[in-house]
């Protein structure tokens, strides 16, 4: 059972250019999250999200940024005209409808963007 | 509202030592606590986790932390390091009944493991 996929795993931008990243979920998880790591700094959600719903986007700046995960395919986070700032780590999460295992996430590599 | 405080942004010890990481909690509901490991350049691994049955919790590795309510901590411990423990290690809390996805992480501890 191959793990949470990320691709790709490193991204050069230059300011202004968009940045699309991509999520693959385990075999069989419904629930996505992502979450950015700045450099010496935890990580911070971004959103959570469920096939075609977006349930939390409180971590999400509010602009440049969206997320979705459709029926078919991976979930997709996207910033528009990113600027040096975005540079960063972000991690992509899944977890099981099941609530046997509450709040279990279970972390992708990472994206790692780069901005210049 | 919940939060993570994690004290000392870089421990060391020498290998064969006790591994002590803090982690104190803040949290208006009943917690779920993590630890998790980050190695350089990758994601993170799940260590353990606390989900309210037993308050001693032992993960992978040889690590294990107590889930102590009147101190609000959940401090990671392993009575003896390995040269391969060297890693950032972060502590993460949500709460039942809150927004399911929003794991808060603190800032994380650097371990470094000396010979």
């Known amino acids: 059972n191959a793990g949470v996929m990320q691709n790709p795993r490193h991204l050069v931008r230059r300011r202004g250019q968009e940045a699309r990243l991509r999520c693959s979920p385990m075999?069989?998880?419904?629930?996505v999250y992502w979450y950015r790591q700045l450099p010496e700094e935890g990580l911070k959600f971004m959103v959570y999200?469920?096939?075609?719903?977006?349930?939390?986007e409180s971590g999400m700046p509010k602009e440049r940024f969206s997320a979705e995960f459709p029926k078919e395919g991976p979930s997709i986070l996207r910033i528009q005209q990113v600027v040096r700032g975005d540079s960063a780590a972000y991690f992509c999460?899944?977890?099981?409808?099941?609530?046997?295992?509450?709040?279990?996430?279970?972390f992708g590599p990472g994206t790692r963007l780069t901005v210049t | 509202a919940q939060s993570v405080t994690q004290l000392g942004s870089h421990v060391s010890v020498s290998e064969g030592a006790l591994v002590l990481l803090r982690c104190n909690y803040s949290?208006?509901?009943?917690?779920?606590l993590f630890w998790y490991v980050q190695y350089p350049n990758q994601g993170l691994q799940l260590l353990l986790k606390?989900?309210?049955?037993?308050?001693l919790v032992k993960g992978i590795n040889g690590f294990e932390a107590e889930f102590k309510k009147s101190e609000t901590s959940f401090h990671l411990t392993k009575p003896s390091a390995h040269m391969s423990d060297a890693a950032e290690y972060f502590c993460?809390?949500?709460?039942?009944?809150?927004?399911?996805?929003?794991?808060?992480f603190g800032k994380g501890t650097k371990l470094s493991v000396k010979p």
């Open positions: 999200l469920q096939k075609e719903n977006i349930i939390d």
């Open positions: 993460a809390v949500t709460g039942y009944g809150g927004s399911q996805g929003n794991l808060i």
């Open positions: 606390y989900t309210s049955a037993a308050t």
């Open positions: 075999k069989g998880h419904s629930h």
């Open positions: 999460a899944s977890s099981p409808e099941s609530r046997q295992d509450p709040y279990e996430q279970y």
């Open positions: 949290s208006s509901v009943p917690p779920y």
